[in-house]
């Protein structure tokens, strides 16, 4: 029998509510919104609608394995420990590491952080949120004392002007996004203004796009600053009553008058002004900002720089206002609340209050506790490259394609004496370079709480027993630290204990002066675990049921109770473009797809939206650099290369490009955008900057291209460039080479694997065209084309094929021909990922039957009717064809 469990989506930190119909005999799930869930009201994207299609056992990691043989629980964890023990003894304890995730369970990172910090003794656990928010984190300490979100998602529909800045929020936070396109629907008088080089799709609901210059965003906001100082718009019995520094911070913006910013931003002076006056003349602002702000080698201060401007006019604290920093990763926030960051020690508490680390370390009952802030990420993988590091433990992450300079991450890897890697996924780019490998719990075995953007904190419920062998990471590492001998203080038999001991340490000795309190859960039971309802931190007893706004009385978190004015002096990016390197390169995600994919390449209706690495370039680089759209390109940095797909696009600035940031070794073959992405850092933070890498482009010319697409997946691809995309019921290949094989039956026996076959082949050797058929009792297996001129059909139509158990004689002649059939058409590239929509049925249904609006698009085709994360294509396309 069914049964319905409510859990929360692993993705972004939206963090939206999950009711999950779980047919636990046949493991499957149908998974819907949450009505009840605060953050979402049962709206999901197509990355949380398609979670159902990612349970599936095949890829993963299903039994410890030790040096590449398999193994019992007990030898893998003896020998983690005895090697931990022993490289501490030898080397000392900063000579091991973990790096964790923001994927981790608050419950799992409280453990990991505990561990290494309170009884190995070494601050060196990091976590992959060191390149998500770690600017935010530091840009909160400085302005509030504390790493506080001020808001929560209800002030949407209380503001009269959002401002999203370096966010892609219709991409990146797709419900978000939609709640705040209700808003505005609801009230049209509610401004939105996006800020950010790229027109994206967030640009949809946009009065106002400022594409300004890479990495000039300090300079806007020390402009705004300047701007409401000036034109009297300050809040000066705020600023005297609750701030210090303003006189300061003012200052130092002296010298951004409007057409000096305008110069620097490279923005259009009349719409600079026009933000800078619906800031200063609307009461209720909201500040949105993400990866953009972040990822940049002064992240801290264009978080300063934003917060300053909403200390001076009091726009916080309040329903409506406040700067809100948007949380990449499902949480995230939970593992800043445990001190999963190097330079935290736990509970909001940090390296650098000596009285924390006395109070932390009675609290553990530790006499080892470290007294230092441990490496951040960048300098942790330097330090095992050096050797400094013999031993690390990775814990739900793929460093190897996600951090800067990638390639060298690798090599550290390579060189490191002893890598554990835990993890749900077999086959990924770090699991690959693993001496110990810990099969972790997928997302839908997993229990314990994660916290989302707005602090909200919720229960993610296991709605299956656990794959193969499969262990909770908290349990993974409880018992590790049982056979380091340190079982006293590691005695957990469920995740309950562990939140119970978290809750308990954030109230310990608290009395109001650490914002994370969530001591009212310090005693709490099993069945309310069970049954605990999303709730905004802190929950102590002034607050039993959770805060919505904090700051709302003007109180911080600094030894003086004001807030803090931070003065900027806007500073350029760790290396600007020079004549080797002219173009600056961007990074970010796509909509339907999440990190390395791992999990939401799993899921075949994800993948047909943006199929390919591809490369966004303005069409003046486009016609200097001789790139062709839909060509291939490569980039290169000082650091590495990759190959992309070029998309030829108005909506870069010139001097700009774009990829996203996804692809990993297993999908493609020069993918991995991370070996490209310099490892300058931010000071403060230590934050990578991912948006800012000069790099050069030429276009890659192979002598032909072509694509596969098998029902059965291939070991082995012998073409220069691939790129492997699953698919309903098949693979598909794309593929190009440097060289034509002398036989190309030859040649695709070799790709495909099959020994006896029965191909169907056509050839044009004059053209270079080559195109092969494989069918089994008339039902299709595999079909090949090749072409010197890069001309095809799209792959929609012959994709179709697959489900059929037995094609006609009219669709066995098409496969030669490469045309579909009379009558047939072909669906185009998928933008509508709920219901399998393709580019070219909402044209010809725009065309046919005069549309006009997104929602008459939805009508006749339903496109866009289920999470909305469509709909900016759609009006896209009604603008292009309408
Ligand atoms: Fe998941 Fe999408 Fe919600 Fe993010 S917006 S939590 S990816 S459903």
Redo the contacts with the bound molecule.
């Keep these: 029998m069914n049964q319905t469990i409510q859990t929360?989506?692993?993705?972004?930190?939206?963090?939206?509510g999950?009711s999950a119909q779980v047919d636990a005999a046949n493991r499957c799930v149908t998974i819907n919104?949450d009505d009840s869930h605060p953050?979402?009201f049962g709206?999901?994207?197509?990355?949380?609608?398609a979670l159902g299609d990612t349970i599936e056992l095949k890829g993963r990691l299903l039994q410890p394995s030790v040096y590449g043989r398999e193994t019992n629980w007990t030898e893998a964890l003896d020998l983690v420990a005895d090697r931990f023990l022993d490289t501490i003894q030898k080397y000392g304890p900063d000579a091991v590491a973990i790096y964790g995730s923001g994927q981790l369970l608050t419950e799992d990172y409280y453990v990991a952080n505990k561990l290494m910090k309170g009884f190995i003794g070494s601050g060196n656990m990091d976590t992959n949120s060191r390149l998500c928010m770690s600017s935010s984190v530091a840009g909160h300490k400085r302005a509030f004392g504390a790493d506080t979100v001020p808001g929560c998602y209800e002030d949407y529909e209380h503001a009269e002007l959002i401002i999203l800045i370096g966010s892609n929020t219709a991409w990146c936070?797709?419900?978000?996004f939609q709640r705040i396109r209700a808003a505005k629907e609801a009230n049209p008088s509610l401004k939105i203004v996006v800020i950010d080089p790229r027109r994206t799709a967030s640009c949809d609901i946009a009065d106002l796009h400022l594409p300004l210059a890479s990495g000039s965003d300090a300079w806007l906001f020390n402009g705004l600053l300047n701007y409401v100082g000036h034109a009297s718009r300050t809040n000066p019995t705020y600023i005297e009553q609750h701030t210090e520094g303003f006189a300061e911070a003012l200052a130092a913006a002296e010298n951004a008058g409007i057409s000096q910013v305008a110069e620097q931003c490279r923005v259009n002076i009349e719409d600079l002004q026009r933000f800078y006056e619906w800031f200063a003349t609307t009461d209720k602002v909201m500040s949105l900002y993400s990866q953009g702000i972040n990822q940049s080698s002064s992240g801290t201060d264009k978080v300063n720089a934003i917060i300053n401007c909403h200390l001076a006019t009091g726009k916080i604290g309040k329903p409506g206002s406040g700067p809100f920093s948007l949380t990449g990763q499902?949480n995230a926030m939970g593992g800043r609340e445990v001190g999963g960051l190097s330079h935290q020690l736990a509970a909001h508490m940090d390296f650098a209050n000596v009285d924390d680390i006395d109070r932390v370390a009675r609290f553990w009952g530790s006499r080892q506790i470290a007294t230092k802030p441990g490496l951040p990420a960048v300098d942790l993988f330097d330090a095992i490259y050096d050797g400094k590091v013999k031993a690390v433990w990775i814990m739900g992450t793929n460093p190897v394609v996600s951090l800067p300079n990638a390639d060298k991450v690798k090599q550290a890897l390579q060189r490191c004496e002893f890598v554990v890697v835990s993890d749900c996924i077999a086959n990924t780019d770090t699991t690959a370079l693993a001496h110990v490998l810990l099969p972790a719990q997928g997302w839908s075995e997993k229990d314990g709480t994660v916290t989302?953007s707005e602090r909200r904190i919720s229960r993610q419920r296991a709605l299956f027993k656990p794959a193969g062998n499969a262990k909770p990471d908290w349990w993974i590492l409880t018992q590790v630290a049982q056979r380091m001998r340190f079982e006293q203080a590691f005695p957990y038999q469920s995740p309950v204990e562990i939140f119970r001991e978290h809750a308990a340490l954030s109230g310990f000795e608290n009395n109001g002066s650490r914002d994370f309190d969530i001591s009212a859960f310090a005693d709490i039971t099993q069945e309310n675990y069970d049954r605990l309802q999303p709730t905004q931190w802190p929950v102590n007893q002034q607050y039993p049921q959770g805060r919505a706004r904090l700051f709302d009385d003007g109180r911080f978190y600094t030894p003086s109770g004001k807030a803090q004015f931070i003065a900027i002096t806007p500073s350029a990016p760790g290396m600007l473009p020079n004549a080797d390197y002219p173009l600056i390169l961007n990074t970010g995600r796509l909509r339907d797809q999440?990190h390395t994919m791992t999990r939401t390449a799993i899921a075949a209706k994800l993948n047909q939206h943006k199929p390919e690495p591809f490369v966004e370039i303005h069409p003046d680089d486009a016609a200097r650099y001789g790139l062709i759209q839909n060509g291939l390109a490569s980039i290169e940095s000082r650091w590495g290369e990759m190959l992309a797909r070029v998309q030829i696009t108005g909506s870069q600035l010139p001097g700009n490009v774009f990829v996203p940031m996804h692809w990993t070794a297993q999908h493609a073959s020069h993918g991995r955008m991370g070996a490209l992405v310099n490892p300058f850092v931010d000071p403060v933070s230590k934050q990578p900057e991912s948006k800012h890498t000069p790099v050069r482009i030429k276009a890659y010319q192979p002598v032909w291209q072509g694509f596969i697409l098998s029902r059965h997946e291939f070991t082995a691809i012998t073409s220069a460039y691939w790129v492997k995309i699953k698919g309903e019921q098949f693979y598909r290949y794309e593929l190009a080479g440097d060289l034509i094989p002398n036989d190309w039956l030859e040649w695709a026996n070799l790709n495909t694997g099959v020994t006896a076959p029965q191909w169907q082949e056509y050839q044009d050797t004059a053209k270079g065209n080559y195109r092969a058929a494989l069918l089994v009792d008339n039902r299709l297996e595999s079909v090949i084309f090749i072409s010197r001129q890069n001309q095809f059909p799209e792959r929609s139509w012959l994709t179709s094929l697959f489900v059929k158990t037995e094609l006609d004689k009219t669709e066995r002649m098409a496969l030669l021909t490469g045309l579909p059939p009379q009558g047939v058409n072909d669906t185009g590239a998928i933008v509508c990922a709920c219901f399998n929509i393709g580019e070219q049925t909402i044209k010809t249904a725009i065309k046919d039957q005069g549309l006009t609006s997104h929602q008459e698009v939805g009508c006749c085709l339903k496109a866009g009717t289920n999470?909305g994360s469509c709909v900016p294509e759609i009006k896209l396309l009604l603008l292009e064809h309408g």
């Design positions: 929360t989506c692993p993705y972004c930190g939206v963090g939206c999950i919104g953050a979402n709206r999901l994207c197509s990355k949380g609608s936070h797709p419900v978000s499902p989302n999440w999470c």
